[in-house]
């Protein structure tokens, strides 16, 4: 009989009440899908997942990590507040050592909403990763916060809220800014002065598979976390690089996601992306779920995959290793970087690209 090495939670809120539109790619189908797929497998039934239910999150849960204007009432809905809440539920779970760790499955998704949130922006009104880590850092006093951003999109809301926190350690991977949405997240995008290097940006080009993003997690993000040391790891685990995602171009799938998932070891992983509703995310929610807990995924495959289709071009993987060695430099160098960035008080200018 199956049963989990690592005690892990889950939370699932598919949104029924929300949606952009019937047909939009943001739709509680996104959810649906995955959670048949998971109690098709008896997932739930396996000694050691537990589900727990979402809460609403408050007005004074958002405020710690955002402003909403013209307030939080005018840019929310209920849904909104139960997708936090859920990722509250799965913190209370994991610092409470209930469970090893935890995914948040809910939407909407969070993690191109701002400091300053006007409402819908790429999907998102509220961060849902923000609102957890000041929710955690506020109950727990926890003070060294590791996320890891492996959604297709910049998350350029998360690495705008802690830009000038060092104790906040914001990586994303993300598929090239140049050619998608928001149009940022480039290897220079560092922090401000004072957290510098703290705000690492990984641009991947069209075409990334598999190989390329593990290449990066052993090769940049493991080195980094080992030296940051934080007492908690994070994920924000967008599944829109996968080979199917109607809105992006990258060669990812769910075997590398469980691998990715593995090497990472997050205690909180939260549901960002991932809009290929059939072909993808059941697989993919399967194989992290599967990661976290520690149970052999190797048998969840893609109906279509196709290994050979989706091998990656020599001069990707020429590109890759370049960009990772950048952003190792930038990293070595964050103390001197921040040394060289002006006296207090002294005004600093940031150029911004809009997309």
């Known amino acids: 009989m199956l049963k989990a090495m690592h005690k892990t939670g889950l939370v699932f809120f598919p949104a029924f009440d929300w949606a952009i539109d019937p047909t939009h790619p943001e739709r509680e189908e996104r959810l649906l899908y995955t ?6 497998e008896g997932v739930f039934d396996i000694p050691g997942i537990i589900e727990y239910k ?41 610092m409470g050592r209930e469970v090893k760790n935890g995914f948040a499955l809910v939407r909407p998704p969070g993690h191109h909403s701002m400091r300053v949130s006007h409402g819908g922006r790429g ?11 000041e929710y955690i850092r506020t109950r727990y006093k926890v003070k060294r916060i ?13 690495d705008n809220i802690f830009w000038h926190d060092p104790d906040v350690l914001f990586i994303s991977l993300h598929q090239d800014g140049r050619t998608m949405f928001p149009g940022t997240g480039f290897p220079g995008e560092l922090g401000g002065p004072n957290a510098k290097g703290s705000n690492l940006n990984i641009p991947l080009p069209p075409g990334t598979s598999t190989e390329g993003y593990l290449y990066v997690i052993n090769n940049c993000v493991l080195p980094v976390l080992d030296e940051f040391k934080p007492d908690l790891v994070i994920n924000s685990a967008g ?45 993919v929610n399967l194989g992290i779920i599967l990661g976290m ?13 196709n290994p050979e289709k989706l091998k990656q071009a020599v001069s990707l993987t020429d590109k890759i290793k370049k960009t990772t060695d950048q952003i190792n430099t930038y990293w070595s160098k964050r103390q001197q970087m921040r040394d060289a960035a002006g006296p207090p008080g002294e005004i600093q200018v940031r150029h911004k690209e809009i997309f």
């Open 239 to 283: 599944q829109d690089n996968h080979y199917t995602d109607p809105l992006t171009n990258m060669n990812f799938c769910a075997q590398g996601y469980a691998q990715l998932t593995t090497l990472l070891k997050p205690d909180i992983a939260v549901l960002e992306g991932g809009y290929a509703i059939e072909g993808a995310l059941p697989y």
């Open 293 to 305: 807990a520690g149970i052999d995924y190797t048998g969840v495959v893609e109906p279509d995959y």
């Open 123 to 133: 999907f998102c009104h509220i961060n849902i990763e923000a609102i957890m880590v």
């Open 54 to 94: 979402p809460v609403l999150a408050t007005a004074e849960d958002i405020r710690r990590a955002q402003f909403c204007v013209p307030d939080e009432t005018s840019i929310t809905t209920e849904s909104h507040l139960i997708s936090a809440g859920g990722a509250k539920v799965i913190a209370d779970a994991v």
């Open 146 to 158: 590791a996320i890891i951003d492996t959604d297709c999109h910049h998350g350029d809301g998360t």
């Open 35 to 40: 959670q048949d797929q998971v109690t098709e």
